[in-house]
């Protein structure tokens, strides 16, 4: 079975400390690796697409990397603002658009 | 750029009911897909049109159901709504489908009593 696993399942960190989320997956074939950041009450916001292992990509304080097994997405320096849940999903080859979350990082920033 | 625009953003409804939520795609995006999510499943997707068509389809019973118009705009309707139908509804698009980027709408919250 396709399966996604997020860990922590909480993470709370001091402003400034640098940390990383992990996203590890079981799949039948890889098409892309995505993450998104939801806040309480709204929908998901893209962050990024990974489709190869060894791609990395980065925006402001964040940065994925992808794996044969794995996608982290470190966080550099981060603020308050940055608190949010961090959700990982997958879609497969044939799979169309259908994507596959796990269960999402809660994040908390303390000043 | 306008995004996601999902309709309405609240609904309560009674168990037995049926409901129809709206979705209009970003400007150009041929894709939608819908997901439900709720506090012990998480997001669950529930099917993806692409030019009218339904493409994929997820594992939730035959009450939900969906459509996708010409201008890409599209609906999902539940029939007999249950109390576990109680969940925000998300809509998704993207410019094409085969596993790319999609941009999630506020989503629509619905309550069954």
């Known amino acids: 079975e396709d399966q996604v696993t997020q860990s922590p399942e909480a993470l709370r960190l001091q402003e400034g400390e640098s940390s990383s989320l992990n996203c590890s997956y079981t799949v039948s074939g890889l098409r892309g690796l995505f993450w998104y950041r939801q806040d309480p009450g709204k929908g998901p916001e893209f962050l990024f697409t990974?489709?190869?292992a060894g791609e990395e990509k980065e925006k402001e304080r964040l940065k994925a990397t992808l794996t044969k097994k794995e996608s982290f997405l470190h966080i550099t320096a981060p603020k308050p603002e940055d608190s949010a849940t961090y959700l990982c999903?997958?879609?497969?080859?044939?799979?169309?658009?259908?994507?596959?979350f796990g269960a999402g990082t809660r994040l908390a920033v303390h000043p | 750029k306008a995004g996601v625009t999902q309709t309405p953003r609240y609904l309560i409804k009674t168990r037995g009911q049926q409901v129809t939520l709206s979705c209009s795609p970003i400007s150009g995006h041929r894709s939608v897909s819908w997901y439900q999510q709720t506090p012990g499943q998480g997001l669950q997707f529930l099917f993806e049109y692409f030019s009218e068509t339904q493409r994929n389809k997820g594992n939730f019973p035959g009450r939900f159901s969906g459509r996708q118009f010409s201008n890409s705009r599209s609906e999902m309707n539940v029939s007999t709504l249950e109390l576990g139908d109680s969940a925000l509804y998300l809509c998704a698009s993207s410019l094409r489908t085969g596993g790319y980027e999609q941009y999630f709408g506020p989503g629509t919250r619905l309550t069954v009593t």
């Open positions: 990974l489709y190869s």
């Open positions: 999903a997958v879609t497969l080859l044939g799979g169309y658009n259908k994507l596959i």
